[in-house]
């Protein structure tokens, strides 16, 4: 968030002609007449107000901030009425500007504020910048409660939440992502499109607080408005990090990562070959590495790769061998578990008919995790082109896979 700009807060906040002419604060007027300021504002000034305060205003006029900064608690002093602790908080103002005093001016607004000479429709804009220079004061408390004030006068001001998130995010996560997502909803409601940023910031709190939940939503929703290739690798990566999972989660996670083409560098390729052929899929695992290779993403020459390499290479044809069967075994088997460990042989070999087949007998020999089976039956499906009903199988998905299955849904959903 931008800093406020300390001049521009005395240029907008000195408003209605409130620092009132000097001539006309020197005029001998009868005790508690009005004085007029050039807006046409009226204020209503003491005799001794308007001794105390004609002299400090001379002193601005001359740009003598020096003497007027000594003149300034003598006429604090005699200010009784809030007409005239509005004008010399105003002045106030002034001079703590020009002498570039952050603090003096922070102590001006609240002034300002607390003379009850700002109108209900001004003060927004007082909080906003009260909430400024807090915030360029390092003092987040303040800065807080200013601009809490603001979104309480402007509940729908999209600023104050999201500064709000800024002084909230260092000591409660939580709470400043659940602002930003406020005004998310807030700039959608205005028909307003959201800035990629605000997504962003809260995507970067919810995983620095991990918070899988909101991290997974956020993602979801970053990627729905913006579904580039780097935010897509870049969602499911914090998604991945963020969610502390076992290892046939991560495959299945890598392995949408890899459907998604999200896939980049040695990380990501050698984890989820690694994984596979500790699994007993030496097809999708060398698959994995070859599709690596072809993108030029990954060298085969590396030791972990070759060595990786040699160890599926040579079980490949055997094992794609014996599929057919296993094949007739798990589907006579009286559980799920062998037709559940077939289908993810045939989905490595990419022959996603037949592994689905096999999932959903799995599943209704029963006997494994439904949700690890119909998350790798949608996939299945998913990629033989069977929207329909692979988003019926995800949305069978409960449990720490539900997000899973939701970023597959999504991905779907924007292939056209």
């Not at 959608?188 to 910031?201: D, I, L, M, N, T």
């Not at 499911?236 to 998604?260: C, H, P």
């Not at 072809?294 to 490949?316: C, E, H, M, N, W």
């Amino acid at each position: 968030m931008k800093s406020i700009s300390t001049f521009a807060i005395a240029v907008s906040l000195v408003v209605g002609g409130a620092a009132v002419g000097a001539p006309a604060l020197a005029q001998k007027k009868q005790d508690a007449k009005a004085a007029e300021a050039p807006a046409g504002r009226k204020y209503e000034l003491s005799k001794a107000e308007r001794a105390a305060i004609a002299p400090l205003q001379q002193a601005i006029q001359a740009k003598d901030f020096a003497t007027a900064a000594t003149l300034l608690p003598a006429a604090q002093a005699a200010a009784k009425g809030g007409d005239a602790r509005y004008i010399l908080a105003n002045l106030q103002l002034q001079i703590a500007t020009n002498s570039n005093d952050q603090a003096g001016q922070a102590a001006a607004v609240e002034a300002i504020i607390a003379s009850g000479g700002v109108a209900r429709e001004d003060l927004p804009k007082f909080y906003r910048a009260l909430g400024g220079l807090y915030t360029n004061l390092k003092q987040p408390d303040r800065a807080k409660a200013a601009f809490q004030k603001l979104a309480e006068l402007e509940p729908n001001n999209t600023d104050a939440m999201l500064i709000m998130a800024e002084e909230t995010a260092g000591t409660n996560k939580a709470e400043a992502v659940a602002l930003i997502e406020r005004a998310i909803t807030a700039r959608k409601a205005s028909g307003q499109a959201v800035p990629e940023a605000w997504y962003k910031r809260a995507l970067r709190f919810a995983y620095e607080g991990k918070l899988a939940p909101q991290t997974a939503k956020i993602s979801r929703d970053l990627l729905t408005a913006y579904p580039t290739a780097d935010n897509w690798r870049d969602a499911i990566t914090i998604y991945r990090q963020a969610g502390n999972f076992d290892k046939q989660t991560e495959t299945d996670v890598l392995r949408f990562m890899r459907a998604a083409k999200a896939m980049k560098g040695d990380p990501d390729y050698f984890t989820l070959a690694s994984n596979l052929n500790d699994m007993g899929l030496p097809g999708e695992s060398k698959a994995v590495i070859d599709e690596g290779v072809a993108a030029r993403a990954i060298s085969p020459t590396k030791d972990y790769f070759r060595q990786l390499l040699t160890a599926t290479g040579g079980r490949v044809s055997g094992d794609r061998a014996s599929l057919p069967g296993l094949q007739s075994k798990a589907m006579a088997a009286p559980n799920g578990k062998l037709a559940l460990s077939t289908a993810d042989a045939f989905y490595g070999y990419g022959d996603y008919a037949k592994a689905a087949a096999l999932y959903r007998a799995a599943i209704q020999k029963g006997g494994i995790d439904n949700n690890v089976a119909n998350t790798r039956l949608g996939a299945a499906l998913a990629l033989a082109g069977q929207r329909a009903e692979a988003e019926a199988a995800f949305k069978a998905v409960t449990g720490n896979r539900a997000n899973l299955a939701a970023f597959w849904m999504l991905w779907l959903s924007q292939r056209g």
